[in-house]
């Protein structure tokens, strides 16, 4: 495995059955906003609301690592009422280009266990492992976050341990590209 940072320049967006993903731009501020001051939204992300600052700041490092990589966090948009119902991304584990690439999602809670979030990650690691060529992919997440962890092992991903990533200690999670290509998976 080499320590080259993965990726090409462009914005691609991606679609499944019922989302379409796109970049996360400034056009995104207003939903995005709304779902990251969902004090249960992000309960096991940050602990805490986001500000409307911190939402800002957010789309523009996104919108530079889109720039910079050509992959990042996308605006998950259902494809029947057009709202934005999540984020998902693919990113350099702890924002790193040392580390492996990471997949990651959240929802709005009114979205929350309807499959959204595995049809978002079956995509995106998808994009990961055929698009960008990623050897390996991770996923990190609180200890007491059941939900996410559980989707990691949809995806076929091996638990790894307790892992100090974002400044604390998280479940870590990993798959490689061999695995995700060998025998179907359901999601």
Not at 135 to 149: G, I, K, M, Q, R
């Amino acid at each position: 495995m080499t320590n080259e940072p993965i990726g090409k320049p462009g914005m691609t967006e991606l679609t499944t059955q019922r989302l379409r993903l796109e970049p996360l731009d400034n056009a995104h501020l207003t939903g995005l906003h709304t779902m990251n001051t969902d004090s249960e939204v992000m309960r096991y992300i940050t602990g805490r609301p986001e500000t409307l600052q911190e939402t800002m700041g957010s789309i523009e490092r996104v919108k530079q690592r889109w720039a910079m990589y050509g992959f990042s966090w996308w605006s998950l948009i259902e494809l029947a009422s057009g709202e934005l119902v999540g984020a998902g991304c693919i990113q350099h584990l702890a924002r790193n280009p040392a580390n492996p690439l990471e997949i990651g999602w959240r929802l709005r809670r009114d979205r929350w266990r309807h499959g959204l979030a595995s049809e978002a990650a079956v995509r995106m690691a998808s994009f990961a492992f055929e698009t960008l060529g990623a050897p390996l992919l991770t996923a990190v997440c609180h200890p007491e976050n059941v939900a996410s962890a559980s989707l990691m092992k949809k995806l076929g991903m091996r638990y790894r341990g307790l892992e100090p990533w974002y400044d604390m200690m998280l479940t870590t999670y990993e798959i490689t590209r061999s695995e995700w290509l060998g025998p179907p998976r359901s999601a």
